[in-house]
C-alpha cells in the first residue's frame, strides 16, 4: 500500500522498468534475469522457501523491502511458541466453534516453517529497506537510487523500524 | 581537585581528578554513545556501547567506568569502534524480541535511535526469539522482558534515586531478568512506592505506563534530572 502512495511517480517508475513479476500478476512462474526484486513479507512457510531461493537464483539485486522481510516482524510473533503447531492449535482447533481441523489440502496450502525467519537468514540479500511500512519518500529514494545504477545502503536519518 | 590533560580525538582537554573519560568528552562537546549510563546513579559499564580507544592499551575500554589520566590519548570515534559498536546493538536485538513496529516506544526508544545512528539496516545475527512474559500485575506501570536490555537503569533508579530497592536482576547469562523484590509479580510487592522512576529510567519500551499503545510512551527524563540536580546542586531547577 505504501508503494501505491508514491501515487504520480508510479507513472515515471512505469517507464523506466519492465515490471516481469508479482504476486497480483498473471504470472505463475518467476522469470530468469532479473535485475531487481523487492521481496516484501518473512520466509514462513515451505512454498516461501522454494520461491526465495529460485528469486535468488535467477535476480541480480534482491532489496528485503519492509520490516517483516528484514526482521521478521509481527510475523514472527510465533517463534517463541515453540512448534508451529502449537500457533494452529491455537487458531485453528481451540478457537474454532464447529468442526475443528487444520488447513492441510495437499499442494494447495503449504506447510509452515518451524520457526519465521527475516529474507537474509535463508539466502544473501543485497540491500535493506526497512520500514513498517516503510514511506514513499523513502522507497522513491530508495529506487531513484537503484536506477541511477548506484544501490547504496541506507544510512541515518534514512533508516527506520517499525 | 587536582586537573589532568589529555586528548580525547586530538583535542586537547583538562578534566577533574577522578572524572571519567565520558565526563570528560561530555564537558569538552564530544559525543560518546551510552545505553547503560543514566545520569545522577553510579556506572557499571554493562552495555559496552561507550567503549574507546586508549593509546597504549590493547583493549577498548568503556567510557563510563575509566578514569580520566595524565597524558592519556583517547580515540571514540574509529572504524573499529563503530563496528564494534554495530555489533553490540544487532546482538542486543538478535538477544530478546523487539518488535518495533508494535513497541509502546517506537521512535522514542534509545536502542533504535542507536540503531540508526550506526546504520543498522538489519541484524546479521539469528534472532534467538526467547519465550518472554509480561508482568502487568501493577496498577501503573507494566514490564515486558522481551524489549529488556539488561541495562540495569532501572534497578540503580530504583534504589539509589528513589531509594525502595524493588527492582534487582535474577538469573544469569541468557535467562538473566529483571524482578520486582523476590521475584514475585510487580503488583504485589510491599517495597515499591510507585514512583515509576524506574520507568522514566528505562532506555526502550520493556517498562511502561499502562495505557500506552504503540509509540505513544515517551520516557520522561526531566523527572529524575530534576531530583538528581537537587540533591547534588542543592538546586530545585527543571530542565524545561
Ligand atoms: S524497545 Fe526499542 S528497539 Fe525494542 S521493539 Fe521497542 S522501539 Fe524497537
Ligand atoms: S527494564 Fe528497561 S531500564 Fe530495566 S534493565 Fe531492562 S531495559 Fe534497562
Ligand atoms: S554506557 Fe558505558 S558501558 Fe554502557
Known amino acids: 500500500m505504501s508503494f501505491l502512495d508514491l501515487d504520480e511517480w508510479l507513472v515515471d517508475l512505469a517507464a523506466a522498468v519492465d515490471v516481469v513479476y508479482s504476486p497480483i500478476m498473471d504470472i505463475k512462474e518467476y522469470p530468469e534475469n532479473v535485475d531487481v526484486v523487492l521481496v516484501e513479507g518473512a520466509i514462513a512457510n515451505e512454498d516461501h522457501v522454494e520461491l526465495m531461493h529460485r528469486i535468488r537464483a535467477n535476480t541480480k539485486v534482491v532489496v528485503a523491502f519492509g520490516d517483516c522481510a528484514v526482521t521478521g516482524n509481527v510475523t514472527a510473533l510465533r517463534n517463541p511458541l515453540g512448534d508451529p503447531e ?28 518451524p520457526r519465521v525467519t527475516p529474507v537474509h537468514e535463508l539466502v544473501k540479500v543485497d540491500l535493506f529497506l526497512p520500514g513498517c511500512p516503510p514511506p514513499a519518500p523513502r522507497i522513491k529514494l530508495f529506487l531513484e537510487q537503484l536506477l541511477a545504477g548506484k544501490g547504496e545502503r541506507l544510512a541515518g536519518a534514512n533508516i527506520k523500524f517499525g | 581537585m587536582a586537573a589532568k590533560t589529555l586528548t580525547i ?40 556501547i561507550c567503549l574507546v580507544e586508549v ?6 575500554l568503556p567510557a563510563c567506568t575509566t578514569r580520566v589520566r595524565e597524558g592519556m590519548e583517547v580515540r571514540t570515534d574509529t572504524e573499529r ?10 546482538l542486543l536485538f538478535a538477544e530478546r524480541n523487539h518488535v518495533c513496529a508494535v513497541c509502546v516506544s517506537n521512535g522514542h526508544c534509545e536502542l533504535q535511535t542507536l540503531a540508526y545512528e550506526h546504520g543498522m539496516d538489519h541484524v546479521r545475527y539469528e534472532y534467538r526469539f526467547p519465550k518472554w512474559d509480561l508482568d502487568v500485575t501493577h496498577r501503573l506501570y507494566g514490564m515486558d522482558h522481551n524489549r529488556c536490555i ?19 536482576v535474577a538469573g544469569r547469562g541468557a535467562r538473566a531478568h529483571i524482578i520486582s523484590d523476590l521475584n514475585q509479580p510487580w503488583g504485589d510487592s510491599e517495597s515499591c512506592t510507585s514512583c515509576g522512576k524506574c520507568v522514566d529510567a528505562c532506555p526502550t519500551g520493556a517498562l511502561f505506563k499502562k495505557g500506552a499503545t504503540a509509540g505513544e510512551m515517551a520516557h520522561n527524563r526531566a523527572k529524575l534530572e530534576f531530583i538528581v540536580t537537587a540533591r547534588e546542586k542543592k538546586q530545585w531547577i527543571a530542565s524545561e
Not at chain 2, 17 to 35: H, K, R
Open chain 1, 86 to 113: 502449537n500457533v494452529l492449535q491455537r487458531a485453528y482447533k481451540d478457537a474454532a466453534d464447529i468442526a475443528p481441523q487444520y488447513p492441510a489440502e495437499k499442494d494447495i496450502v503449504p506447510r509452515l516453517t
Open chain 2, 9 to 48: 580525538d586530538g583535542k586537547q582537554i583538562s578534566a577533574f581528578e577522578g572524572a571519567t573519560v565520558l565526563q570528560a568528552a561530555e564537558e569538552a562537546g564530544i559525543p560518546i554513545p551510552t545505553l547503560c549510563h543514566l545520569d545522577g546513579v553510579y556506572d557499571i559499564g554493562a552495555c559496552r
Open chain 2, 55 to 60: 593509546e597504549g592499551v590493547a583493549k577498548l
Open chain 2, 81 to 90: 569502534l563503530r563496528n564494534y559498536r554495530r555489533m553490540i546493538l544487532e
Open chain 2, 150 to 168: 539488561l541495562c540495569n537503569r532501572c534497578v540503580r533508579a530504583c534504589w539509589h534515586i528513589e531509594g525502595a530497592g524493588t527492582k534487582n
